[in-house]
């Protein structure tokens, strides 16, 4: 059994709305979430806007403070801010973002880049700094010849690439990928993924994945959970949650992604017309919070919050319909 | 020699389109001899990774190409006339009333500063149909029009502004204005690119349904196959600046000819898992140097001497299914 | 616990094929964008010409030593001729060499203006930015407030008018009136690059707050802050004539364009060419920065 690298407990996040007068609203965020991962594997995280996986991740670095809840990395707590955690543990979180176009600093070149976390964190001396630089770029497989050139040249799939080595240069232990392929082309994300996946099996990294994408999602992570509105929906490992998914909104989701043949078609599950909007994160639904938009609602559903219900080994989903055996949070 | 397909029946018609950039090393040579018809009603979606020039075909069919763009060659046809030779007046009427475009990021398409319903009043008061310059008029249709794309409470609508809504709502309020008034052609420039999954499909669907009802031909330009595949009845395969491959959707996704749409096709993750393929090895060429034969050439693993002296013809690789590739020669 | 710790291994790389940095690149690429628009290249000619003329007046003028205290009578008040294309004043100088010899006062008065506000308001700026909600940031810019509200030649004129009438002086006037401008323009791009994705990139890498903003924050506001320096010279200029021409600058016998102007008003409209010259000499050089101003804006934008 491979060692626990992060592990997350009831974390919530709650952002206070101010309004006029004495009514003060919460968004929730992040409403309870639980899970854990282990060394080597990924862990898929899946939702749409507002369901906050982006801020799950936040937390996770430290780029927001839990309003409660547990953060353990290797046993350790860290429900600190960025500010309050020490050099050696920014060493090992790191975090590839969403958009390359914003994520590297227009003014610095590819080298300035790399080069800042082996400054920082004193990797090695200046004078084999070039050489350090040289290998990341390798690493990521981007040709030497980008050293020097502005982010503004480079294509949205190379500057992910940059993006990627700069988490590297550290060698964290755990990797944060927020949506990393999101505004790139499928030809990029697939070299990007492979040099993901190969430098996992290397380096023994582990990743907590964040994406829309369902199809994306099945090659790349070794268990998934859905998130929705602040809450986990379902959390399975990758073969159980497709060719199983027991939560209505999972069930949505794959019946709306857009395939490439008759054979991926079968694989959906019965087409769940997705209707109306996601609701406001401000003024979540009572009752089991996805109500508004199941098909399947009932009076339960509008009462209570489902808990969440063991329906396979390791299979977890949060809803009244499941079929239960066991129990667990 | 070339495929054209010359009747009275197309809406669109590009002959030999060949167009060029300037930047500071000299001239990029991006078009390179784009050949497109669009018939009456016909669905046709125009696929391609960033850079390949689908954008910058659209926009000479929509004459909205930038400054620095210099139309070299080709001829440009719309419902027959020739769109080159047009005069400013003209042209704006070819706008006003014969093409309408819905572009990808729906907050830089609506004005901030506006309401709904005075965007969409002007939409109609320039468009030139009968009683366009009559407020009443423009209020009835410009309600009809938000209705028809299933946006709740149409009347409320207009009086809100973009601000307030969300992107899918945004984005169909784009599909309103570009349908409000009759139009030979809607070019819609990757519309869901942006959006969460469920929304995107519903999205598409309305696309979908409003074109049909307003008799309008359709040119969706997407990154995605799946997307694609959804809405266009036809399909151009666009590489570095020219066709590749084009066929009836159901023919192209039966078999893709094209080492580059095959590529494409591979790296698509499929829910059925196995992983994702390696992607396609090398770059984009550089457009101020383009390679004299065949662009995609360099990266092609069937290359051979030919494919280097010119470029490949579009030729009839089977029925009704057309490639421009010297291994179907 | 077992560590697991990988270490980047480079021991085979090969040091002759890491590639050189390339600067002419940048240059040409910097050029490039800058020259798109004509009337930029215009604006830099006129720039360089008047500071040519400034710094090599010795050789250029045609009478180098009418500046300083000269009579003559007998050439005094020639409308512009062939020997003094811009005519004699009324003691018999060459208005042509005087006015390109103040071209040195006014270009001097520019830029050192500049350089001492650019550095003092631009730092001010940065830690009120960085330090924004605290109090420090709060205090250095009520303060700024209170300098931008007060008239700005008004100011000038009155801290002119104690210190005693000088061409540094002018200078010192100018520059406590205008470093709020600066103040306010870094802090306005430090707050809003605070939030920049790649500035949260740097602090979860765990760089320093010194790093964050000297070498991530400051070189986005490189951009606006040259342009404004660039438009603030020739205001600056401007604002010098203005003073010189109410008798506030530099002190004659030195010739300064503003008082050149002022001493020829009284001679207006007979002798034109003692006012009109001067002034638009100042005019063409104020011009030549602000087109100069917008071409730098152009070359800095990072648009690919």
């Given at each position: 059994?491979?060692?626990?690298?992060?592990?997350?407990?009831?974390?919530?996040?709650?952002?206070?709305?101010?309004?006029?007068?004495?009514?003060?609203?919460?968004?929730?965020?992040?409403?309870?979430?639980?899970?854990?991962?282990?060394?080597?594997?990924?862990?898929?995280?899946?939702?749409?806007?507002?369901?906050?996986?982006?801020?799950?991740?936040?937390?996770?670095?430290?780029?927001?403070?839990?309003?409660?809840?547990?953060?353990?990395?290797?046993?350790?707590?860290?429900?600190?801010?960025?500010?309050?955690?020490?050099?050696?543990?920014?060493?090992?979180?790191?975090?590839?973002?969403?958009?390359?176009?914003?994520?590297?600093?227009?003014?610095?070149?590819?080298?300035?880049?790399?080069?800042?976390?082996?400054?920082?964190?004193?990797?090695?001396?200046?004078?084999?700094?070039?050489?350090?630089?040289?290998?990341?770029?390798?690493?990521?497989?981007?040709?030497?010849?980008?050293?020097?050139k502005y982010p503004s040249s480079l294509g949205g799939g190379e500057r992910q690439l940059v993006a990627l080595a700069r988490a590297l240069a550290t060698c964290p232990s755990l990797i944060v990928l927020d949506e990393p392929t999101s505004a790139l082309d499928v030809s990029v994300q697939a070299k990007i993924i492979n040099t993901l996946l190969r430098l996992q099996k290397e380096l023994h990294l582990s990743y907590l994945f964040i994406t829309h994408d369902l199809s994306l999602m099945r090659n790349v992570a070794d268990r998934v959970a859905i998130m929705y509105l602040g809450k986990i929906a379902e959390l399975a490992p990758t073969e159980s949650f497709f060719s199983d998914p027991q939560h209505p909104y999972t069930q949505m989701l794959l019946s709306s992604i857009p395939v490439v043949s008759e054979e991926e078609e079968a694989y959906k599950p019965q087409r769940i017309q997705s209707e109306g909007e996601i609701p406001s994160p401000v003024n979540v639904p009572s009752g089991c919070s996805f109500r508004t938009r199941c098909p399947f609602v009932t009076e339960e559903c509008k009462q209570t919050d489902p808990m969440m219900v063991n329906f396979k080994k390791d299979h977890l989903v949060r809803c009244h319909l499941a079929r239960e055996e066991r129990i667990v949070l | 020699m070339t495929s054209k397909v010359q009747s009275e029946n197309n809406v669109v018609e590009v002959q030999n389109l060949h167009v060029s950039f300037r930047t500071y090393k000299g001239y990029a040579h991006v078009l390179n001899g784009v050949n497109l018809h669009v018939r009456k009603l016909e669905r046709v979606g125009i696929v391609g990774e960033t850079g390949c020039g689908k954008t910058t075909t659209v926009n000479a069919i929509a004459h909205i190409l930038a400054r620095q763009a210099r139309i070299d060659q080709g001829e440009l046809l719309f419902q027959g006339e020739d769109t080159l030779k047009m005069t400013s007046k003209e042209l704006k009427r070819l706008r006003a009333s014969g093409i309408s475009m819905i572009f990808q990021d729906p907050i830089a398409s609506l004005n901030p500063v506006f309401t709904i319903g005075s965007q969409m009043q002007d939409v109609i008061r320039y468009s030139g149909i009968e009683g366009a310059k009559d407020p009443k008029v423009q209020k009835e249709k410009s309600i009809a029009a938000l209705m028809e794309t299933s946006l709740p409470d149409p009347e409320r609508m207009m009086k809100n502004y973009p601000f307030q809504l969300s992107g899918g709502m945004r984005q169909r309020i784009c599909i309103a204005m570009a349908l409000a008034t009759p139009r030979d052609l809607v070019i819609a420039d990757e519309p869901t690119t942006n959006l969460d999954v469920t929304i995107q499909d519903q999205v598409l669907q309305t696309l979908k349904q409003r074109v049909e009802e307003k008799d309008s031909a359709l040119i969706l330009i997407t990154h995605s196959l799946g997307v694609a595949r959804e809405i266009a009845d036809r399909?151009?395969?666009?590489?570095?600046?020219?066709?590749?491959?084009?066929?009836?959707?159901?023919?192209?996704?039966?078999?893709?000819?094209?080492?580059?749409?095959?590529?494409?096709?591979?790296?698509?993750?499929?829910?059925?898992?196995?992983?994702?393929?390696?992607?396609?090895?090398?770059?984009?060429?550089?457009?101020?140097?383009?390679?004299?034969?065949?662009?995609?050439?360099?990266?092609?693993?069937?290359?051979?001497?030919?494919?280097?002296?010119?470029?490949?013809?579009?030729?009839?690789?089977?029925?009704?299914?057309?490639?421009?590739?010297?291994?179907?020669? | 616990m077992e560590k697991y710790e990988y270490h980047i291994d480079v021991s085979n790389i090969d040091v002759s094929k890491l590639p050189a940095r390339n600067r002419a690149d940048d240059f040409r690429k910097l050029w490039y964008k800058f020259s798109l628009n004509k009337l930029s290249v215009v604006g830099l000619v006129i720039v360089l010409a008047v500071s040519f003329i400034a710094l090599f007046y010795k050789q250029i003028a045609p009478y180098p030593d009418h500046i300083g205290a000269y009579i003559d009578f007998s050439q005094a008040s020639q409308a512009p001729s062939a020997t003094n294309l811009f005519g004699?004043?009324?003691?018999?100088?060459?208005?042509?060499?005087?006015?390109m010899y103040a071209f040195r006062g006014a270009l001097y008065m520019g830029f050192f203006a500049v350089c001492i506000i650019v550095p003092i308001g631009g730092v001010l700026g940065l830690i009120a930015g960085y330090f924004s909600g605290r109090f420090i940031s709060t205090l250095i810019m009520r303060v700024a407030d209170v300098f931008l509200a007060l008239p700005a030649l008004i100011l000038v004129m009155y801290v002119s008018s104690i210190l005693e009438p000088s061409l540094r002086n002018a200078m010192l006037a100018i520059s406590v009136s205008w470093w709020p401008w600066y103040t306010r323009l870094v802090y306005g791009c430090v707050t809003s690059t605070r939030n920049e994705v790649f500035v949260q990139s740097a602090e979860v890498l765990g760089a320093s707050s010194f790093h964050i903003l000297f070498r991530e924050i400051l070189p986005n506001a490189m951009a606006p802050i040259f342009t404004k320096m660039t438009l603030d010279v020739g205001v600056a200029i401007l604002a010098g004539a203005t003073l010189s021409f109410v008798g506030m600058g530099e002190q004659p016998p030195t010739p300064s364009l503003g008082a050149m102007v002022s001493d020829g008003v009284g001679y207006l409209p007979d002798q034109w060419w003692l006012s009109v010259f001067p002034a638009l000499a100042i005019m063409v050089i104020v011009l030549g920065f602000n087109i100069l101003g917008d071409g730098i804006k152009d070359m800095l934008s990072n648009e690919e």
């Open positions: 059994m491979q060692e626990e690298v992060l592990r997350i407990e009831n974390l919530k996040k709650y952002f206070s709305v101010e309004l006029s007068g004495t009514n003060e609203q919460f968004v929730k965020a992040i409403d309870g979430v639980t899970f854990s991962l282990r060394r080597g594997e990924t862990l898929g995280l899946v939702g749409e806007s507002g369901s906050g996986k982006s801020t799950t991740a936040y937390n996770v670095l430290g780029m927001q403070k839990p309003t409660e809840g547990v953060i353990e990395f290797l046993g350790q707590d860290i429900t600190m801010p960025l500010e309050d955690r020490p050099l050696s543990l920014k060493k090992q979180i790191q975090i590839v973002f969403q958009d390359p176009g914003t994520s590297l600093n227009p003014e610095r070149t590819v080298y300035s880049i790399l080069e800042l976390p082996l400054k920082v964190h004193k990797l090695c001396e200046p004078k084999d700094r070039i050489k350090y630089v040289a290998r990341l770029m390798e690493l990521v497989e981007l040709p030497y010849g980008y050293m020097y | 399909i151009y395969v666009m590489y570095a600046g020219n066709f590749v491959e084009t066929a009836a959707t159901k023919e192209l996704f039966k078999e893709c000819l094209h080492p580059y749409a095959r590529g494409l096709m591979d790296c698509i993750p499929k829910l059925s898992g196995g992983g994702i393929a390696e992607g396609i090895p090398g770059h984009l060429p550089d457009y101020m140097n383009p390679p004299p034969g065949c662009r995609f050439e360099p990266r092609c693993a069937h290359a051979f001497a030919k494919c280097r002296e010119a470029m490949p013809p579009m030729i009839e690789a089977r029925p009704g299914h057309f490639v421009a590739c010297y291994l179907y020669c | 004699t004043d009324v003691v018999g100088r060459d208005v042509l060499s005087r006015v």
